[in-house]
Structure formats: structure tokens, C-alpha cells
């Protein structure tokens, strides 16, 4: 078949590989969800809807790509960690990026009446997406912990600020005054005493963000590593699992407890 002399165009089309045998770690953000969550009505500081539409939208993604193994969600971003081995889209960046970014939003549209009934969308939301490539897992490891140590941070403050508006009768100003330069312990204490609120107490999806881990098909003999292990082990990279395991597309919301200390 002749080829039409508009085809050298194809030739700009450069490759932009991702990098073999590294980690990927794809992480999409709502795009201006301060105005967005306003506009809905989003309750504060949590919205327990919000929170579960973005969970569902993230479960979805990973029914429909395998190669995700953990998903990390708080606020209005989620984070999903590839399989090293992985080979989708021949390991293209701007495929796999727009096509799972495209993807997350579809699904959180097609989900918004099941969790926002009475709250049509105003206007179609939009997310952007990064990918960072992680060469072992101890940074793999320190991301997931850093991106936990923010849900933490965030909502111990957003928390404390918005029961000083809501139910102390602060103005937004006079509460960002009362919190500047304090430390964890006493945001908690005046939770506790002027509030009666123990922070602790707090559902775990607030507090430690949504953790979606792929399940591993129970097949002799048991597996006896996981992919994630706890910060203090020592890790020697030779030691590592080869690449984590062909598993069923079935994951689950659990709470992940705290891998890193938070810092203010
Ligand atoms: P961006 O990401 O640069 O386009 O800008 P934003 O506006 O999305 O800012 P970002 O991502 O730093 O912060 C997330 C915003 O979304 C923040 O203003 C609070 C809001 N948001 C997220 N989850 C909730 C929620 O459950 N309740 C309420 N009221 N707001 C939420
Ligand atoms: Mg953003
Ligand atoms: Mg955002
Ligand atoms: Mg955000
Ligand atoms: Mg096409």
C-alpha cells in the first residue's frame, strides 16, 4: 500500500519508555476540588461519600489492570503502585499515565449518583496524573509512608480547625491563629478537652486514608513474603522477592496502620 507523503509526521512521534525492572508509581489529584468539593457541598472536613466514590473509582482501576498491586486514597488523590515486571502498554509512559488517569475519572463520574444521590454534578470533575519511578522498595516503602504521614498531618489539623469554626464559633482566621506552631499533642489535647473528642476514636479512613491491597490467590505452598514490609526491616535488595505474584483481580479496603512518623 502506498504511503501518503503526510506519513514522516509519524516520526515526531517519539517512544518514551519507562525504564525496565523499577517500580511505578502512578498518583492522580482532583483538579481544583477546593472549589469542587464547595460546589457539592462536601461535608467538613471529611466527607464520607467523597471519600468512598474515590475508593470505588480506585477498586475499579484495578479490576481492570492486574499489574496494580496496592492503592493508597486520602483527600482527593490516590496513589497505585505497579508491579515491577510489568508490561502494560510495552511500559509507554503517556499511555499508561493517560489511559489510567482517563480511567479513575470515568469510573468516579459513572459512580457519583450512588454516593452524592440528591447532588448532581455541577460540572465534570478532571484529575491529573504523574508517574515516579522507584528503583527498590525502601522507596517504595518511604512513599507510601510519606503520603500516610500527609493524611495524618492534614486531617489532625483540619480536624482541630474545623470543631474550632463549627462548634467553638471561631472565625477560619482567629482558628488558623490558635493552631499556628503547635505540635501534634496539643492539637489533640484541645480536641479532647474543648471538644470531647478523641482523636483516635476517629474513623480509620480519615485518619490513615484508604489502602486497597491486591489479594494474593491462596495456592500451595502458602507465599510466605509480602510485597510491603514493615519500615524497620532492613532490606537488602538481592533479597527481595522476585516480583510480586500473579494474583486474582480482588482487592479490598483496609486500614494501613501508621509506617511513618508523621513531621510538622
Ligand atoms: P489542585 O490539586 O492543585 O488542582 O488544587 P485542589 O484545589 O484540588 O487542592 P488540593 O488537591 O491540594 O487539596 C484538595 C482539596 O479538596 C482541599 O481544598 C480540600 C478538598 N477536599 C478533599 N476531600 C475533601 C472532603 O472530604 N471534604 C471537603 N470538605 N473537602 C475535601
Ligand atoms: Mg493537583
Ligand atoms: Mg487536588
Ligand atoms: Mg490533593
Ligand atoms: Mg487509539
Known amino acids: 500500500m502506498a504511503v501518503s507523503r503526510f506519513a514522516y509526521v509519524k ?3 517519539l517512544p518514551d519508555p519507562i525504564l525496565p525492572n523499577v517500580y511505578v508509581v502512578f498518583r492522580l489529584d482532583g483538579h481544583g476540588f477546593h472549589r469542587f468539593s464547595d460546589i457539592h457541598w462536601f461535608a467538613k472536613p471529611n466527607d464520607e461519600r ?3 466514590l474515590m475508593d470505588r473509582a480506585a477498586r475499579d482501576v484495578m479490576d481492570a489492570y492486574p499489574d496494580i498491586v496496592l492503592g493508597f486514597g486520602e483527600s482527593d488523590e490516590f496513589s497505585f503502585l505497579l508491579r515491577r515486571s510489568c508490561t502494560l502498554y510495552s511500559r509507554r509512559q503517556s499511555k499508561i499515565l493517560s489511559t489510567l488517569t482517563s480511567h479513575f475519572t470515568s469510573c468516579y463520574v459513572f459512580h457519583w449518583p450512588t ?7 455541577a460540572y465534570p470533575p478532571s484529575f491529573d496524573g504523574r508517574l515516579v519511578v522507584y528503583p ?6 518511604d512513599y507510601f509512608s510519606w503520603r500516610q504521614s ?14 474550632l469554626v463549627q462548634q467553638g464559633g471561631m472565625s477560619t482566621t482567629e482558628a488558623h491563629e490558635k493552631l499556628r506552631g503547635t505540635v501534634s499533642s ?4 484541645i480536641l479532647f478537652t474543648e471538644f470531647g ?8 479512613r480519615f485518619r490513615k486514608g484508604s489502602t486497597l491491597v491486591r489479594e494474593e490467590e491462596v495456592v500451595a505452598p502458602l507465599p510466605t513474603e509480602t510485597m510491603i514490609r514493615e519500615p524497620s526491616t532492613n532490606l537488602n535488595d538481592d533479597e527481595l522477592p522476585p516480583a510480586v505474584p500473579e494474583v486474582e483481580a480482588d482487592t479490598s ?3 494501613l496502620d501508621p509506617v511513618g512518623q508523621p513531621t510538622e
Open 186 to 189: 496539643a492539637k489533640n489535647e
Open 136 to 141: 527498590t522498595q525502601t522507596e517504595v516503602r
Open 150 to 163: 500527609d493524611t495524618h498531618v492534614n486531617n489532625l489539623y483540619n480536624t482541630v480547625f474545623w470543631a
Open 115 to 121: 454516593y452524592f444521590p440528591e447532588t448532581p454534578l
Open 11 to 13: 516520526s515526531y512521534e
Open 253 to 255: 479496603v483496609q486500614g
Open 50 to 52: 467523597a471519600l468512598e
Open 197 to 204: 473528642i478523641n482523636y483516635n476514636k476517629l474513623p480509620t
